[in-house]
């Protein structure tokens, strides 16, 4: 099993910052695509922005050039910088890590989320 433990949301003043941050654990022989994800309430979940192993990015068109994901191999760690938020970016983010495990190949994991609010 994987477990994923995301941390690093709260409540920013609009134009403020946050990183958040998630840690990947348990047993797997690497890790492929690492992404973030959000939810607002009434609303589908999205992609915000997903590193895939080998050195490319994607990133939703709102929030390009002020989100940016990065990756720790060592530490099996995904971070996602948020920068100049604004309140339509208040959502539950998620962590999504494909995870290939021996005997399994590569399985979906989701991190538990954590809130993020934009208010003044």
């Known amino acids: 099993q994987v477990q994923l433990v995301e941390s690093g949301g709260g409540l920013v003043q609009p134009g403020g910052s946050l990183r958040l941050s998630c840690a990947a654990s348990?047993?797997?022989?690497?890790?492929?695509?690492m992404g973030w994800y959000r939810q607002a309430p009434g609303k589908q979940r999205e992609l915000v922005a997903q590193?895939?192993?080998?050195?490319?990015?994607n990133y939703a068109n709102s929030i390009t050039g002020r989100f940016t994901i990065s990756r720790d191999n060592a530490k099996n760690t995904v971070y996602l910088q948020m920068n100049s938020l604004k309140p339509e970016d208040t959502a539950v983010y998620y962590c999504?890590?494909?995870?290939?495990?021996w005997g399994y190949g590569i399985t979906v994991y989701w991190g538990q989320g954590t809130q993020v609010t934009v208010s003044s």
């Open positions: 348990g047993t797997f022989l690497s890790l492929n695509t």
């Open positions: 999504k890590v494909e995870a290939f495990r």
């Open positions: 590193d895939i192993s080998g050195g490319a990015s």
